[in-house]
């Protein structure tokens, strides 16, 4: 939806099943709809389309698109945003790390990423940016040479010069999002900047750098991190990356305690990675690859003694978790308030809780189309209380 200052809304689509376009445009007709006529009734109502490569090379047919193309225009609805991150299969299935595969150090991710574009160009209403966002280059573990680093960023830049000419050909400006995650080649906000340092050198004084790629700010693992959004963002500032979309979202953090420590074992699952980040009291962080991993009681080797766990687990906006639980929402608030100091900062805002499938009953005691609502709520309340949106 369109709110004050030039920013637009949606949640992502990610939540619902869609491997194929058939699918994913079922699950607009059926809840997307349902989302917008509770929310957005009377006004264009944005949509964050995650698409598969399978769903987009199906969309890609001329006659499914120009179908789709009138369905927006029917209903009202328009496509500003595009998650590109997951490639394949998403929900029902073991995901882990194969979310990240292929990853920039191969063709696949290019030729897929590409095609994103060329979609949304021909989505995107006039006079708005467009954006996707991806994985984080790679899933570290997966990067064993330098040859990989230099074929990822080479794949990168190849992707960077086709939505140039996308956007030079179309006039509608668009941007690619890399997005940092625990545990992945671009994990913290410094090795971001680091890496877009890298690409600078590699293409010295080439504005497509700061005109077409940039950040997908996701707050939830950024918190994860124990990284402050004001800081942050001012690494980003001072080396140049631009915010593409900032995805709404919270982590769950919690004192680990012997209760706590039992209670989160009805948020491991066996489809997504929930990495975990503890802090000790003198502030060292200690990296577990999957919740399980921090669950185990026989570890391989002993864990040290740590006075907060984050865990990469999307939990509604809304919620207030129980059993000892909190929330990183004092992240989230902290970056709607430096959007509320420079509204300019980033166009785009997607909710993300796409973890809908797998959440313990205690968070998930309503259907998915109130959960989305109640998350618009949540969200539209915290942007009217910072002149962003009129909330009503």
């Not at 209403?125 to 966002?133: A, D, K, L, R, T």
């Not at 929330?327 to 980033?346: I, K, V």
Request: glycine share 6%.
């Amino acid at each position: 939806m369109k709110l004050d200052h030039g920013l637009h809304l949606a949640y992502c689509t990610n939540i619902h099943r869609g491997e194929t376009w058939a699918q994913m445009f079922d699950a607009l007709q059926q809840f997307g709809l349902a989302v917008r006529e509770r929310v957005c009734p009377n006004a264009p109502y944005g949509i964050g389309l995650r698409l598969s490569n399978q769903a987009a090379r199906q969309l890609s047919s001329g006659s499914i698109l120009a179908g789709f193309q009138k369905w927006l225009d029917a209903n009202q609805c328009y496509v500003f945003t595009i998650n590109g991150f997951p490639y394949g299969q998403f929900h029902g299935t073991r995901v882990k790390e194969q979310v990240y595969a292929p990853d920039w150090t191969t063709r696949e991710r290019l030729i897929y990423t590409n095609l994103l574009f060329d979609l949304l160009a021909k989505l995107l209403p006039n006079g708005i940016e467009g954006s996707v966002s991806t994985v984080p280059g790679s899933f570290k573990s997966f990067l064993k040479t330098p040859e990989q680093e230099r074929a990822l960023r080479e794949n990168l830049w190849r992707c960077v010069e086709h939505v140039a000419r996308v956007s030079d050909q179309t006039g509608k400006p668009l941007h690619l999002g890399l997005e940092p995650e625990p545990l992945c080649y671009l994990e913290t906000s410094e090795e971001t900047a680091r890496f877009f340092d890298r690409l600078r050198a590699d293409h010295p004084h080439d504005p497509k750098l700061e005109t077409h790629l940039g950040v997908n700010y996701d707050a939830c693992h950024l918190a994860v991190e124990f990284e402050e959004p004001h800081e942050a963002l001012r690494r980003f500032r001072e080396h140049g990356v631009r915010i593409s979309k900032i995805h709404l979202s919270s982590a769950l953090k919690v004192r680990p305690t012997p209760e706590a420590r039992q209670a989160l074992r009805a948020f491991a699952d066996d489809v997504y990675f929930h990495q975990v980040i503890a802090r000790s009291a003198d502030g060292a962080l200690t990296r577990y690859r999957d919740l399980g991993d921090a669950l185990d009681p026989h570890p391989p080797v002993p864990l040290p003694q740590s006075e907060e766990w984050r865990i990469h687990f999307h939990i509604p906006l809304h919620c207030e978790p129980s059993a000892g639980f909190a929330s990183t929402a004092d992240h989230l608030l902290g970056l709607l308030d430096a959007l509320r100091e420079e509204p300019g900062l980033c166009p785009h805002l997607e909710m993300e809780t796409y973890t809908w499938e797998v959440m313990p009953p205690e968070l998930k005691h309503r259907g998915v189309v109130d959960q989305l609502v109640a998350e618009y709520d949540w969200t539209l309340r915290r942007l009217a209380e910072r002149g962003l949106a009129t909330w009503k």
